[in-house]
């Protein structure tokens, strides 16, 4: 039996299989706190049961098979424990490395036993509440879900960035987006979606950023900006609305506030440009900023202070933006893109555009950044048969994960983070 369904067996006799996650001994009584992937349990054993030298055998993290009957007492933990009839250890555990206090450093050597941590389990069980919500968003919207290839012989995103592998005489580039891809796409599908692993080669050590995270982006034929950032924003409640629906109870392991997050989840979430957001910036923060500069991070965490939703920012200066995003033709210094920023600190979540449809300006823009046009010939291709307006964007399945679950770094909303400095194990 499950462990989180012991509150409804008060009185039965039943059995459970988990390890053990703490222990504690006296003469006459060991008290075993057993986790399994639901919740833990204080169970315990008298001298007197034929079992108890098995009982005493345990150790951290052994995992053991126990039958035993459910009573009430107010002074276990849950409110209730597991009086053991019997007792079946089914590994002895060598002394667990893991103690308490150690250093992020060495839990992130240990990662594939940390793993076990509740703060993990949680935050994976969130991770998988996301994922599941963002299929569920595009496949119940007519959306089809197209696969991209992951060596890729260009960038998308800005050459700094790639990732070069040997393949096999030759040399190509791992996926920094399925962008490119998509806009093929959607001449046959029209509207189509996907989640899959993105490669950069970050150097900046932040808490935001990965070496290989998972991207959900989405591309839609006969799009504009002004619709596809109301998708985003309807995507990004309708994760909310899920996370809350499936687990209150990580988010409280987590120290998430769950109040908060269904209060959000009912506003709307504002659209502001780019200038505006500078105007805030130098109004109420009295920062600065030179037109034409990114957003960095500092910028961003200043300007969310006056918001508690997500925000879509819009129209950021062309010059900085990567080669398929259009010029407005109403406010031409700028680009017809967006980024969705979340509160709190948490910075972009989603990045994207309606795209340009132009040759001349799309090769302008790549000759600009040191690209050779004839290398993206079947992308310009896409603007010479039957091309329409199409939109798209990408959100960053960590960052929501991060944010939703309040974690201090993008590493923890990813099982096996690989960063500049951490690629094992
Ligand atoms: O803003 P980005 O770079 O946009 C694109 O790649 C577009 N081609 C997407 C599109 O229009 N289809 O990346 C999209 C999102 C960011 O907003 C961020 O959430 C996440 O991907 N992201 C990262 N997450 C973790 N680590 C990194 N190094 C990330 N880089 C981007
Ligand atoms: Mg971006």
Excluded at 103 to 124: I, K
Excluded at 264 to 276: E, G, L
């Amino acid at each position: 039996m499950n462990i989180d369904k012991l509150s409804q067996s008060i009185g039965k006799t039943i059995e459970i299989k988990g390890w053990v996650y703490r222990m504690r001994e006296s003469k006459d009584i060991i008290f075993i706190v057993v986790r399994d992937s639901n919740d833990v349990v204080q169970c315990t054993i008298k001298s007197d049961n034929k079992d108890f030298e098995k009982a005493k055998s345990l150790t951290m993290e052994s995992s053991v098979i126990i039958k035993g009957s459910v009573v009430e007492d107010k002074r276990a933990p849950t409110g209730f424990e597991l009086k053991i009839s019997s007792l079946e250890p089914v590994h002895i555990a060598e002394r667990y490395p893991i103690t308490k206090d150690q250093s992020p450093e060495f839990l992130m050597d240990v990662r594939h036993l940390w793993l076990r941590s509740r703060q993990l389990t949680a935050a994976m069980k969130v991770r998988h509440t996301v994922v599941g919500a963002i299929h569920k968003f595009f496949r119940d919207r007519g959306y089809y879900e197209f696969d991209p290839p992951i060596f890729q012989p260009s960038q998308c995103e800005g050459g700094a960035t790639l990732f070069q592998v040997k393949y096999f005489d030759d040399v190509t580039y791992l996926s920094q987006s399925w962008q490119l891809y998509a806009e093929a796409a959607v001449f046959a599908l029209e509207k189509v979606y996907d989640m899959s692993p993105t490669f950069r080669a970050e150097r900046s050590k932040t808490s935001r950023h990965l070496a290989e995270f998972w991207m959900a982006e989405m591309e839609a034929a006969w799009m504009e900006l002004h619709e596809v950032t109301e998708v985003a924003k309807d995507e990004v409640r309708f994760i909310i609305q899920e996370v809350l629906k499936h687990n209150k109870k990580e988010l409280e392991i987590l120290g998430q506030d769950v109040k908060k997050l269904e209060e959000m989840v009912k506003k709307p979430f504002p659209t502001i440009t780019y200038t505006q957001a500078l105007e805030i910036l130098s109004k109420k923060e009295s920062q600065k900023m030179e037109w034409g500069k990114d957003l960095r991070t500092i910028e961003e965490d200043l300007l969310m202070k006056h918001f508690d939703t997500p925000v879509v920012v819009t129209n950021y200066p062309k010059e900085i933006m990567a080669f398929y995003k259009p010029r407005d033709p109403k406010d031409p210094k700028t680009a017809l893109c967006f980024d969705m920023l979340a509160p709190e600190g948490y910075g972009e979540i989603i990045g994207g555009s309606q795209r340009d449809t132009d040759i001349k300006a799309l090769s302008e823009s790549l000759k600009k950044m040191g690209e050779k046009p004839e290398n993206y010939g079947w992308y310009l291709d896409l603007r010479r048969y039957g091309s329409v307006p199409h939109s798209g964007y990408g959100l960053g399945v960590e960052r929501v994960v991060a944010w939703l679950c309040k974690l201090e770094n993008i590493k923890d909303a990813i099982a096996f983070p690989r960063t500049q400095r951490r690629f094992k194990p």
